[in-house]
């Protein structure tokens, strides 16, 4: 099967890149900073994806002062060091390439801030790919992938005979997809529970990379 849509809406994080080693590396360094003690840290996968702020807030009970302020720390390290500890997911760059020569228009739709996602691309040298970036804002707004998919739409033109085709790992690409009308395809290489992902009944699934080319192609 292969989908037509011209307008294609990618998550970043688990995604285009495999961002574990610097994300769970950042979260290191905030919890020491903070004297926060992680008793399972297996379970810190869970930070990739959805919006930091959350899920400091959500796992140590805390207040959104505090959880903004876990934010602040983590990029202490993850704005030296931990944005480049990751790698692009084989094949990538390869699908990317193919899909510009077929004049697809891409847009990232990622929670990470604008900032961070555009220094991600430039280092993968991807960025020449990349049409426009959804991201959040460094403050702390437009995180949510509701918002992040609505913002996408609207860069790209929100184009009412366009078709679109958000792409992601998480549960939230899709539900941020569907709340927009937004069809999603999920990839099951990233960071997303199938179980979880599955109850909000993605368009298309891609197990791995060539698949997902397969599809996009």
Known sequence: MTVKTSILLFDLDGTLTDPKEGIINSIHYSLKKKGIIENHPEELLSFIGPPLHISFKN?????????FEMVRVFREYFADKGIFE???????????????KQNKIISLA?????????????H????????????????GSRTEKKEIVAYAKEITGNQQNAEY???????FDIIGAHYNNVEACWVGYGYGQEKIVMKEKPEYTCQIVSELSRLLL
Do not use: C, W
């Open 59 to 67: 796992r140590y009970h805390l207040s959104d002062e505090e959880a």
């Open 86 to 100: 990751n790698v692009l997911y084989s094949g990538i760059f390869e699908l990317l390439k193919e899909l510009k």
């Open 110 to 122: 990622t929670s990470k801030p604008t900032y961070y996602a555009k220094q991600v691309i430039d």
């Open 165 to 171: 085709l958000m792409i992601g790992d998480r549960e």
């Open 124 to 139: 993968f040298n991807i960025s020449p790919f990349i049409d426009f970036i959804a991201g959040a804002n460094r403050g």
